[in-house]
């Protein structure tokens, strides 16, 4: 009797494992070529590291909604490494996916941050955020991720999460801290991600 394919679709194997595979090496790769100093190699680094992120989270997406393969189980471990890749780890996998799952049933942002009154009580940032997102910058989706990084660390919201943001901020400088410029492509993969993702 033949084994049965993990896959929720036997026809996905094959670009599936492509996705998950070039997101994985992409990843490693990229941050080896940051660590590798200056240069092409560091520009190079930071284009394949982007892209990387970029799959991950296409991946992340499709793990969420238990797309890629039939067990549950195995679409949330491989959804807990696609959030790192993407660099969504600093919530938990599970949170991720409930919020995602309630943004479907739910049709409402659900995100516990009210950025339109933090904008409202900050006359000179929400005019510099709506001149940014006029000229196409994603102001508002970089404010928001910048909440997910720093309201953890507030006394208002999500105290849980502020050990696990602590560890996972430094220890992102912990891996990357081969020098300021290693850290400054790595940042800058996150970003060009990002803004190649919205």
Same mark, same amino acid.
């Given at each position: 009797m @033949?084994? @049965?394919?993990?896959? #929720?679709?036997?026809?996905?194997?094959i670009p599936n494992l492509l996705a998950m595979t070039w997101a994985l090496g992409g990843w490693t790769g990229g941050v080896i070529l940051i660590c590798r100093g200056p240069g092409a190699a560091a520009a190079a680094g930071v284009v394949l590291l982007a892209h990387a992120m970029v799959v991950a989270s296409y991946l992340l997406h499709e793990f969420a909604h238990h797309t890629v393969?039939?067990? @549950?189980?195995?679409?949330?471990a491989a959804g807990r490494l696609a959030s790192w890749i993407a660099g969504s780890c600093y919530a938990p996998y599970a949170e991720l996916r409930a919020k995602h799952m309630r943004h479907h049933v739910d049709r409402a942002d659900v995100v516990g941050f009210d950025y339109r009154?933090?904008?409202r009580r900050r006359p000179a940032l929400r005019a510099a955020v709506a001149a940014l997102e006029w000229a196409y910058v994603p102001a508002v989706d970089?404010?928001?991720?910048?909440a997910v990084l720093?309201? @953890?660390?507030? #006394?208002l919201l999500r105290p849980y999460h502020r050990h696990r943001v602590a560890s996972l901020l430094a220890e992102d400088y912990g891996v990357v801290g081969r020098g300021p410029r290693a850290a400054e492509d790595f940042?800058?993969?996150?970003?060009?991600s990002f803004l190649t993702s919205v």
């Amino acid at each position: 009797m @033949p084994i @049965p394919s993990p896959f #929720r679709h036997p026809d996905g194997a094959i670009p599936n494992l492509l996705a998950m595979t070039w997101a994985l090496g992409g990843w490693t790769g990229g941050v080896i070529l940051i660590c590798r100093g200056p240069g092409a190699a560091a520009a190079a680094g930071v284009v394949l590291l982007a892209h990387a992120m970029v799959v991950a989270s296409y991946l992340l997406h499709e793990f969420a909604h238990h797309t890629v393969f039939r067990k @549950p189980a195995a679409n949330q471990a491989a959804g807990r490494l696609a959030s790192w890749i993407a660099g969504s780890c600093y919530a938990p996998y599970a949170e991720l996916r409930a919020k995602h799952m309630r943004h479907h049933v739910d049709r409402a942002d659900v995100v516990g941050f009210d950025y339109r009154a933090f904008l409202r009580r900050r006359p000179a940032l929400r005019a510099a955020v709506a001149a940014l997102e006029w000229a196409y910058v994603p102001a508002v989706d970089l404010l928001m991720h910048a909440a997910v990084l720093v309201l @953890p660390m507030s #006394r208002l919201l999500r105290p849980y999460h502020r050990h696990r943001v602590a560890s996972l901020l430094a220890e992102d400088y912990g891996v990357v801290g081969r020098g300021p410029r290693a850290a400054e492509d790595f940042l800058g993969a996150v970003g060009v991600s990002f803004l190649t993702s919205v």
